[in-house]
């Protein structure tokens, strides 16, 4: 058995190393390479020793424990970023750059909830400072009725 196959084979599928750095790139396994990782254990697993269907349906048990934990972060973002809608919010834009506005809207982008801030999309750890929206009473009292 060789493992530098297994291994030439992963790097063709993955040409990035665990030295490799690039912007924006998330060391996150999904179901498809825990399978994968799965099936290519299975093939170089040692015939006379091999793994046990226990230790198999533990870890395929952590990994879809851990699914639904990912899943739960998500949804828990978007209940805190729904919650500062209608809300004002101070932003940082980037290290020498702040603004503000009321969050106008909610969007997932790349599994991840986003604001919506004059016009613009921000990630919610840009979020520095939330107060809520004055509304002043006079301009309501004013305002015609809608029909």
């Not at 924006?24 to 269907?53: A, E, H, R, W, Y």
């Not at 921000?122 to 509304?135: F, G, I, K, R, S």
Request: proline share 6%; net charge negative; hydrophobic share 40%.
């Amino acid at each position: 058995m060789s493992t530098p196959a297994v291994n030439s084979a992963t790097h063709a599928a993955n040409p990035f190393t665990s030295t490799d750095s690039v912007s924006g790139m998330q060391n996150i396994l999904n179901q498809k390479d825990f399978l994968q990782l799965l099936v290519t254990q299975m093939q170089n697993q040692n015939p006379l020793s091999p793994q046990s269907d226990t230790q198999m349906a533990a870890e395929m048990a952590q990994f879809a424990s851990l699914q639904q934990s990912s899943d739960m972060s998500t949804s828990l973002g978007m209940l805190q970023a729904d919650s500062l809608l209608g809300s004002t919010v101070t932003l940082q834009v980037d290290p020498n750059t702040i603004t503000a506005g009321v969050v106008q809207g909610v969007v997932l982008q790349n599994g991840k909830p986003q604001i919506l801030v004059n016009g613009a999309t921000y990630n919610l750890n840009q979020v520095v400072a939330v107060v809520p929206t004055v509304v002043d009473p006079t301009a309501a009292a004013t305002a015609p009725a809608a029909q």
